[in-house]
């Protein structure tokens, strides 16, 4: 399976709102409601921003907010804060009828201005 | 509290056999699935695949089937995932994942990182 198309990079000043985009196709993100969203700070583990398209865990700031429409799922961040800075990633479950898997997008890096 | 905790760095040569580990607790570690995930050096996130340690039922994702071997103690809580024969491309970081939150990665180890080179 290929990976979902993220733009690589994207920026905003704090207190702005940026949306990352995740494009996949009818058999990952278009077919299914399990698309999650990760930040991953330089030499740390990911951590789970959204699930479920737009659940957030317990202790994730309501700043992030997740959405799907057809094939592409976003990633808004609304209030930007320096903290926020870090690579995204989308991940989306994926089946066929001879695969069950999961796909990881190709990343985006966040710079608070 | 809810973790998973992997086994240390390691550097190796091609050729080499290697089996990391990846132990949860502070959870039924056998009701939920773990998988792993490669990040190469500069790159990003690489899904390989994950194990019901319940009843070790495995799924790997095309790129990584018959490159590595993903494997589960229940008895102590604990995934694997093993070379036969490393590769230098086998450099990376490598994380184990569980899913307890539907289909999403909601607890993460801290990464093994595995360093081959002649």
């Known amino acids: 399976q290929s990976a979902l198309t993220q733009p690589a990079s994207v920026s905003g000043s704090p207190g702005q709102s940026i949306t990352i985009s995740c494009t996949g196709t009818s058999s990952d993100v278009g077919g299914y409601n399990y698309v999650s969203w990760y930040q991953q700070h330089p030499g740390k583990a990911p951590k789970l921003m959204i699930y479920?398209?737009?659940n957030r865990p317990s202790g994730v700031s309501n700043r992030f907010s997740g959405s799907k429409s057809g094939n592409t799922a976003s990633l808004t961040i609304s209030g930007l804060q320096a903290e926020d800075e870090a690579d995204y990633y989308c991940s989306s479950y994926t089946s066929s009828s001879t695969l069950e898997a999961y796909v990881f997008g190709t990343g985006t890096k966040v710079t608070v201005l | 509290e809810v973790q998973l905790v992997q086994s240390g760095a390691e550097v190796k040569k091609p050729g080499e056999s290697l089996k990391i580990s990846c132990k949860g607790s502070g959870y039924s570690f056998t009701s939920y699935w773990i998988g792993w995930v490669r990040q190469m050096p500069g790159k990003g996130l690489e899904w390989m695949g994950i194990i019901y340690p319940g009843d070790s039922d495995t799924r790997y994702s095309p790129s990584f089937q018959g490159q590595v071997t993903i494997s589960a103690d229940k008895s102590i809580s604990t995934a694997y995932l093993q070379w036969s024969s490393l590769k230098a491309s086998d450099t990376a970081m490598y994380y184990c994942a569980g899913i307890t939150k539907s289909n999403a990665f909601d607890i993460w180890g801290q990464g093994t990182m595995v360093t081959v080179s002649s």
């Open positions: 479920d398209v737009s």
